[in-house]
């Protein structure tokens, strides 16, 4: 099994700051076939699903603002909101697809 | 547009099995695969299993072989997955998810709360 480690746990940060989540699997989810990082983000607000925020690990969904943005490969990923709205309270997680399916512990973002 | 719509909440004895649905709507659900995650109170996701919807074929974590069947109503367009021999700590929102083959998860169901509670 892919273990996720999500990091930090919380996060607070000022209106229009930067946030930066990071996650590394416990080995590459690198797939050579396809030339493409099997890693996801996903944000979940209270009471609601996980919304796919970033796919491929730098791709992002149709209708995701654009101060969201994913970097990283093989063992090492970042998710980073450039300019923090308050909309974006939430939690955040990663998930390989790789093998199966893991996710991170998640990552609290609140307004500081 | 792509709905998942998952059936109401559930309370069960320790012991008992639970059967949940996914209903699909808005795509053409041969074409998708279904994962079912669960997300116990203030935790993270767990996945739980997934089922090709065309060929019916499963995969279930080891955590839960033999207590979790994924099954689909391709007529229907409807994804189950069955829980048997309930513990408190099976006490979760459950959520069904499609996918495409080499993809993440993109659209989930709102989520069924199952309630373990003698």
């Known amino acids: 099994d892919i273990v996720m480690t999500q990091s930090p746990d919380s996060l607070a940060v000022s209106l229009g700051e930067r946030a930066t989540i990071n996650c590394k699997p416990s080995?590459?989810?690198?797939?050579?076939?396809?030339?493409?990082?099997?890693l996801a983000w996903y944000q979940q607000k209270p009471g609601q699903p996980p919304k796919l925020l970033i796919n491929?690990?730098?791709t992002r969904e149709s209708g995701v603002p654009d101060r969201f943005s994913g970097s990283g490969s093989g063992t090492d990923f970042t998710l980073t909101i450039s300019s923090l709205q308050a909309e974006d309270v939430a939690v955040y997680y990663c998930?390989?697809?790789?093998?199966?399916?893991?996710f991170g512990g998640g990552t609290k973002v609140e307004i500081k | 547009q792509v709905q998942l719509v998952q059936s109401g909440a559930e309370v069960k004895k320790p012991g008992a099995s639970v059967r949940l649905s996914c209903k699909s709507s808005?795509?053409?659900?041969?074409?998708?695969?279904m994962h079912w995650v669960r997300q116990a109170p203030g935790q993270s996701l767990e996945w739980m299993g997934w089922i090709n919807v065309a060929d019916g074929n499963t995969e279930y974590p080891q955590k839960f072989q033999g207590r979790v069947t994924i099954t689909r109503d391709t007529s229907a367009s409807t994804a189950y997955m069955e829980l048997s021999s309930l513990r408190s700590e099976d006490t979760a929102v459950y959520y069904c998810?499609?996918?495409?083959?080499?993809?993440?998860?993109?659209?989930w169901g709102q989520g069924t709360l199952v309630t373990v509670s003698s």
């Open positions: 080995q590459s989810v690198f797939y050579s076939s396809n030339n493409k990082n099997l």
């Open positions: 998810a499609r996918f495409v083959a080499a993809g993440a998860p993109d659209y």
């Open positions: 491929w690990a730098s």
């Open positions: 998930l390989q697809y790789y093998i199966t399916l893991s």
């Open positions: 808005g795509f053409i659900f041969s074409n998708y695969a």
